[in-house]
């Protein structure tokens, strides 16, 4: 490199002793030699740039599991390298983890970001929903990704016989015979307007007994008769599994809760492949499938990463 400064300095050299029209004749390729160089040094610097490794979390239950499986797996296949950051905890737990950059995204629900997060009233409306929190997020430097066609709404589930023992059909005929009966439901519930405040205020509803329980041990709780009412949610593949009763929800308490990915604006500016990827990975889901790879988990035990492998197999995604 020396030697090649040296000879530009002494071509400069010489060319300042010439006339001004010679003068050009010199100058001009040692511009274009300049010129040249910042384009090879910037491209340079260009190919040595690799993207910041994603940091993918999740909340503490087996759809969160899952689904972050399949966003982290996803994103692997296109060569984001991935850092899992899963079981985090709750809602707030989850959100205060991306706010304080501790992770740059995490599965999450339209319906739980309304109430828990931006703490709006109930709305019924798919979009407006959508809409809103997608604002209100972006207000806090977050991005509300496509929504899967996923709507884990809440469900209050009874076991046949209790259906049938006191005629429940609806949230309505449940609030008859609720002093009755012992519910057993996860922490948040206690707390958020969608939970057993939201079940107070519009169906007057109050348990005889109210137990807290993780959402993994409810549903065997529930079926040994130790409660007699849990707070479920739509995509459970243990209702199914168990034969039990979803109780409808005939006054709209609960808003839609479609599933969508809820990512940092600067992790997306740093690569906005992600954005890509994950909307293209959330439109292979639904609901059915969701309830199928969650009983894969809860009952026959199976991990949430190889549940996750073989569906995102299944769809092409990876080999």
């Given at each position: 490199?020396?030697?090649?400064?040296?000879?530009?300095?002494?071509?400069?050299?010489?060319?300042?002793?010439?006339?001004?029209?010679?003068?050009?004749?010199?100058?001009?390729?040692?511009?274009?030699?300049?010129?040249?160089?910042?384009?090879?040094?910037t491209a340079?610097?260009?190919?040595?740039?690799?993207?910041?490794?994603?940091?993918?979390?999740s909340?503490?239950?087996?759809?969160?599991?899952?689904?972050?499986?399949?966003?982290?797996?996803?994103?692997?296949?296109?060569?984001?390298?991935?850092?899992?950051?899963?079981?985090?905890?709750?809602?707030?737990?989850?959100?205060?983890?991306?706010?304080?950059?501790q992770?740059?995204?995490?599965?999450?629900?339209?319906?739980?970001?309304?109430?828990?997060v931006?703490?709006?009233?109930?709305?019924?409306?798919?979009?407006?929903?959508?809409?809103?929190?997608?604002?209100?997020?972006?207000?806090?430097?977050?991005?509300?990704?496509?929504?899967?066609?996923v709507?884990?709404?809440?469900?209050?589930?009874?076991?046949?016989?209790?259906a049938?023992?006191?005629?429940?059909?609806?949230?309505?005929?449940?609030?008859?015979?609720?002093?009755?009966?012992?519910?057993?439901?996860?922490?948040?519930?206690?707390?958020?307007?969608?939970?057993?405040?939201?079940?107070?205020?519009?169906?007057?509803?109050?348990?005889?007994?109210?137990?807290?329980?993780?959402?993994?041990?409810?549903?065997?709780?529930?079926?040994?008769?130790?409660?007699?009412?849990?707070?479920?949610?739509?995509?459970?593949g243990?209702?199914s599994?168990?034969?039990?009763?979803?109780?409808?929800?005939?006054?709209?308490?609960?808003?839609?809760?479609?599933?969508?990915?809820?990512?940092?604006?600067?992790?997306?500016?740093?690569?906005?492949?992600?954005?890509?990827?994950?909307?293209r990975?959330?439109?292979?889901?639904?609901?059915?499938?969701?309830?199928?790879?969650?009983?894969?988990?809860?009952?026959?035990?199976?991990?949430?990463?190889d549940?996750?492998?073989?569906?995102?197999?299944?769809?092409?995604?990876?080999?």
């Amino acid at each position: 490199m020396e030697h090649g400064l040296a000879a530009l300095t002494d071509r400069r050299v010489v060319s300042e002793c010439l006339p001004p029209r010679e003068q050009q004749k010199y100058s001009m390729p040692i511009a274009r030699i300049f010129r040249l160089l910042a384009v090879a040094i910037t491209a340079a610097t260009l190919a040595g740039a690799v993207p910041a490794q994603v940091r993918v979390g999740s909340k503490n239950f087996t759809e969160q599991f899952v689904v972050a499986e399949i966003y982290a797996q996803a994103l692997e296949a296109a060569g984001i390298k991935v850092e899992r950051k899963l079981n985090l905890g709750g809602t707030l737990i989850a959100h205060k983890a991306l706010e304080e950059k501790q992770i740059d995204l995490y599965p999450e629900y339209t319906g739980t970001m309304l109430l828990a997060v931006v703490k709006a009233e109930p709305m019924t409306d798919r979009k407006a929903v959508y809409e809103k929190v997608k604002s209100e997020y972006a207000a806090k430097g977050l991005v509300v990704l496509n929504e899967a066609p996923v709507n884990n709404t809440y469900n209050m589930v009874v076991r046949p016989d209790t259906a049938a023992q006191y005629k429940l059909e609806t949230v309505s005929d449940l609030a008859r015979v609720a002093k009755e009966l012992k519910l057993g439901a996860g922490p948040e519930f206690r707390d958020r307007k969608d939970g057993l405040p939201g079940l107070k205020a519009t169906y007057g509803i109050e348990f005889k007994e109210d137990l807290q329980m993780a959402i993994g041990l409810r549903y065997q709780a529930l079926a040994n008769k130790q409660i007699d009412v849990v707070n479920g949610y739509a995509t459970d593949g243990m209702i199914s599994a168990l034969k039990l009763k979803r109780l409808k929800d005939d006054k709209n308490l609960w808003p839609p809760y479609y599933l969508a990915p809820v990512v940092r604006k600067d992790a997306l500016d740093a690569n906005p492949q992600i954005a890509e990827v994950l909307n293209r990975t959330s439109a292979l889901l639904d609901e059915t499938t969701m309830a199928e790879m969650n009983y894969k988990v809860d009952n026959d035990k199976e991990e949430p990463k190889d549940v996750a492998r073989a569906f995102l197999k299944a769809k092409g995604v990876v080999r």
